[in-house]
């Protein structure tokens, strides 16, 4: 190597170090934590990095052992057993939702929010006002697709979803609804095998029909429909839920007119439970003779 070539290249050494120098220097002085630039290792449990601490009692959405795995469509309540429950499908939306929670706060009413994994990931602020609010939330998959699923998808639909639920808020909800109803495509199946509630409903207003009725209309079939025990659909996403606004508090409105109360969808299986433990109890066993005990 020429005199010249040598020189180049101890040149270039002494600029590197110089640079090298200089950036650690800048580093140190603004008081970062350089490990954290150099890239590590990724953990084999990376998904649970960013969660959230153990949520306390009041944000696990519990629900009694003989509805897990189960479906429902209503809780099967006496007729002066006078509750019922709101569920809404679809959200958040950073629009209808906060919408709805503003009239579910004037009127002193909780409800269940079924949320989409997919829209809690783009707006997670909404889904921590919903539970900020007391209200209830319930796991209705990533994508709110109806196809045909295998396990393995389906796994991915619904625990992908409870994830995110548990990251954004800390809470861990047991009650599942599977997109459009359907229980045949695989989700309802896998989600009955992890301990969910399959919790379906009993009254619908109709405002996802492919002919949305107007408000009047949706306050009728919710009024018309209405028992103990009801479980009532309503939307507060997948689409221009406008409608669905205006008819909530005329809906309320007309249900406590009825003497009807409001609870969460966990709260009415916490009642059919007890209705029927208080059934069992009041039924005499009886001996192999016929006699009663």
Same mark, same amino acid.
Request: proline residues 5%; glycine residues 8%.
């Given at each position: 190597?020429?005199?010249?070539?040598?020189?180049?290249?101890?040149?270039?050494?002494?600029?590197?170090?110089?640079?090298?120098?200089?950036?650690?220097?800048?580093?140190? /002085?603004?008081?970062?934590?350089?490990?954290?630039?150099?890239?590590?290792?990724?953990?084999?449990?990376?998904?649970?990095?960013?969660?959230?601490?153990?949520?306390?009692?009041?944000?696990?959405?519990?629900?009694?052992?003989?509805?897990?795995?189960?479906?429902?469509?209503?809780?099967?309540?006496?007729?002066?057993?006078?509750?019922?429950?709101?569920?809404?499908?679809?959200?958040?939306?950073? /629009?209808?939702?906060?919408?709805?929670?503003?009239?579910?706060?004037?009127?002193?009413?909780?409800?269940?929010?079924?949320?989409?994994?997919? $829209? $809690?990931?783009?707006?997670?602020?909404?889904?921590?006002?919903?539970?900020?609010?007391?209200?209830?939330?319930?796991?209705? !998959?990533?994508?709110?697709?109806?196809?045909? $699923?295998?396990?393995?998808?389906?796994?991915?639909?619904?625990?992908?979803?409870?994830?995110?639920?548990?990251?954004?808020?800390?809470?861990?909800?047991?009650?599942?609804?599977?997109?459009?109803?359907?229980?045949?495509?695989?989700?309802?199946?896998?989600? /009955?095998?992890? /301990?969910?509630?399959?919790?379906?409903?009993?009254?619908?207003?109709?405002?996802?029909?492919?002919?949305?009725?107007?408000?009047?209309?949706?306050?009728?079939?919710?009024?018309? !429909?209405?028992?103990?025990?009801?479980?009532?659909?309503?939307?507060?996403?997948?689409?221009?839920?406008?409608?669905?606004?205006?008819?909530?508090?005329?809906?309320?409105?007309?249900?406590?007119?009825?003497?009807?109360?409001?609870?969460?969808?966990?709260?009415?299986?916490?009642?059919?439970?007890?209705?029927?433990?208080?059934?069992?109890?009041?039924?005499?066993?009886?001996?192999?003779?016929?006699?009663?005990?």
């Amino acid at each position: 190597m020429t005199d010249h070539r040598i020189g180049q290249f101890l040149q270039v050494i002494t600029i590197v170090v110089i640079a090298t120098s200089g950036l650690a220097l800048g580093i140190l /002085k603004s008081g970062l934590d350089y490990t954290k630039i150099i890239k590590q290792p990724t953990p084999k449990n990376a998904k649970f990095q960013n969660a959230v601490p153990a949520p306390a009692k009041n944000l696990i959405v519990e629900v009694p052992q003989t509805w897990q795995g189960q479906t429902i469509y209503h809780a099967q309540l006496k007729p002066n057993q006078k509750v019922i429950a709101l569920t809404f499908d679809d959200g958040p939306n950073p /629009k209808h939702t906060v919408q709805i929670l503003d009239i579910l706060k004037k009127n002193h009413v909780k409800a269940t929010f079924f949320v989409v994994g997919a $829209m $809690m990931q783009t707006y997670p602020q909404i889904a921590k006002q919903v539970v900020a609010e007391g209200h209830e939330l319930g796991n209705h !998959t990533w994508n709110h697709s109806y196809r045909r $699923m295998d396990r393995p998808t389906a796994a991915s639909e619904i625990d992908r979803t409870g994830d995110i639920i548990y990251q954004n808020t800390g809470v861990k909800t047991a009650l599942f609804r599977p997109p459009g109803g359907y229980l045949n495509n695989g989700l309802a199946d896998y989600a /009955k095998n992890q /301990k969910y509630v399959v919790m379906m409903w009993s009254s619908l207003c109709g405002d996802a029909d492919r002919h949305t009725p107007q408000v009047a209309g949706m306050v009728n079939n919710v009024l018309r !429909t209405a028992k103990p025990g009801a479980i009532v659909l309503l939307h507060d996403g997948g689409g221009n839920r406008s409608r669905t606004v205006k008819a909530l508090p005329q809906i309320i409105a007309g249900l406590k007119a009825k003497g009807y109360k409001f609870v969460t969808g966990s709260e009415l299986l916490e009642i059919q439970a007890k209705e029927q433990a208080t059934t069992i109890k009041a039924v005499p066993a009886v001996k192999k003779d016929g006699k009663s005990q």
